[in-house]
């Protein structure tokens, strides 16, 4: 049970027209006349299904959907279709869409009970479907509520129980089946709730998500499982006497005290290898003296993105259980203007002795990232390091809003990288770290400076980054486009997405 969401989605045995629900609900691919779910559920239901596709044109495309009262024929109230266009083109992933956009609907008609057939695209992809049609769930009834205050939006969804059905007809799934299918929603739970965790923190106004708290809610996840998670908490002190000069420079011109949080997931087992997770967490973002026009300053909230993902992500990695040692990492504070702000001209000097001139305090990001790539490297000593962060707007020039740029030079690991979002349909898409825009950060009177010039924004920011990876096995995940949203879409409403913490997941634990 989610007690956030307060519905449980389970496994139904027993034929899904014969369901005591309030909805039944399944996907047609292309022509419903053709589809045997349909064809079956219209027999059940005296040709009135069909009847009423033909009526309104359903032809089973994508984001076409039919929903009409059963009058007793069946003991469902309500059937709902959902169009799902072509097998060949219908993914995994896509699934969260359809059983989102279901949940809305049932909650819409005031619907406690929903069964929802999951679709036939080969068996090997059956538990996958299953867990994306939990998460789809999950993740479509999300919804920042803390804030609202009139009763018609305070109302708590009607929707109870959405239950899976493996087939029309009631052949029951064999043991190994309903083994491998009770796991994949477990699974999906985890990293939905992970993910819709991550959306809290990011959707929070940082008055409340300032440093301290975020690394609060760090420290409830550890408690929750304590015996595999632990988690560490630095003070700005113990951050100067590490040599976290560029972190410290960006949060010094804030009231709220920088807080750098390390947490660990350690397997019963001798772990197979060390992945370190780092995410970056300006939990607002001015510009500082460089300081953004208003309208681009309005979000920046969502700055701290990439450490949400990879706190959040920790706490599926603990329910679910991973063979691998996870660390995840996050140099949290404020990027304000003050008496106290570093300024334009500054020189750093950072963790690992890197001296760097500051031509823009708006390219914040990569200074207190610097310092938690060098804090990871040399005091986890991982095998793999993976960072998380809204970099650059650039990104989302080159790519769109949707996107997550990914750089690095470890081709073996940015190739297992990208195979893990495949899986999980989170958009990554793979930028060149071309060493030759590094002249682009040359200073005269330092090691480096912080920003290069007009072009290749996101790659020069990547190869900023790669002078505190050096040889460590590196990933870079940009994700200032996709952490958040402001177009609608069932499995993802307005606002911060949590994106990456599914992919993260997928890398990081097996299944
Ligand atoms: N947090 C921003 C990047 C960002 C922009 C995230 C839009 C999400 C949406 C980052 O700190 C920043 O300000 N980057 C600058 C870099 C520039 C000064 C080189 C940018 O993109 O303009
Ligand atoms: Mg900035
Ligand atoms: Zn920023």
Redesign the pocket.
Known sequence: MDAKTGFEVTLLTGPALQAQVDVLAFTTFGDPSKDAVFKSADQALGGHLAEVAKAESFEGKPGQSLSIYTHGKIPAKRVVVIGAGGRGDFSNANLRDVTAAIAQSANKVNAASVAFVLPVLGANRDALLAQMAVEGVHLGTYKFGRYLTSEDQKKPHSLKSFGLVTDVKGKKPNASQTKQLTAAIARGAAIAQATNYARDLINEPAAVATPAHIAAQAQALAKKHKGSLSVTVLDAKKCAELGMGMFLAVGQGSDQEPRFVHMTYKPAKKPKKKIALIGKG?TF?S?GY?L?PSA?ME??K??MSGAAAVISAMDAIATIGSENEVHAVTALCE?LVSGRAYKLGDVLTSMDGTTVEIN?T????RLTLGDAITYARTKIDPDEMFDFA?????C?VALGPYTAGVMSDNEPLVKNWLAAAQQTGEDMWRLPLNTRLREQLKSPIADMRN??DRYG?AI??GLFLKTFAKDTPWVHVDI??P??TSSNRPSQPKGGTGFAVATIVEYATKR
Do not use: Q, R, W
Request: net charge negative; proline share 0%.
């Open positions: 300006v973002d510009g460089s953004k681009s979000d920046m969502i700055d990027n823009n708006d390219a914040e990001g809204t970099l650059t707007g650039a989302m920003t290069g924004g020069t920011a200032a486009g952490a958040s």
